[in-house]
């Protein structure tokens, strides 16, 4: 009886991609106008929407996405556990 083996070891992120992951967790994301985006977005149906932020963020993180969709007609609510 043979087993055919695969390797299934994982390779470490390079030192790069680390870098680069621990300055977005300190520099604030890119603020934008979202007027636009709004003025061609379809109209929400009041369906309510559970906006959940990134890994270690809290809900200032999403408070612009709240604000959109907001904006376009849903019940949004934020995590409020962070």
Not at 33 to 43: G, K, N
Not at 58 to 74: E, K, P
């Amino acid at each position: 009886m043979t087993s055919a083996s695969t390797d299934f070891r994982s390779r470490r992120a390079s030192l790069r991609l680390t870098a680069v992951e621990a300055v977005a967790l300190i520099i604030p994301t890119r603020k934008f106008s979202t007027d636009q985006i709004a003025a061609t977005a379809p109209e929400g149906d009041g369906h309510c929407v559970l906006v959940l932020p990134a890994l270690i963020r809290g809900d200032l993180y999403t408070a612009h996405v709240r604000r959109f969709l907001t904006s376009i007609g849903y019940s949004v609510h934020g995590w409020n556990l962070a």
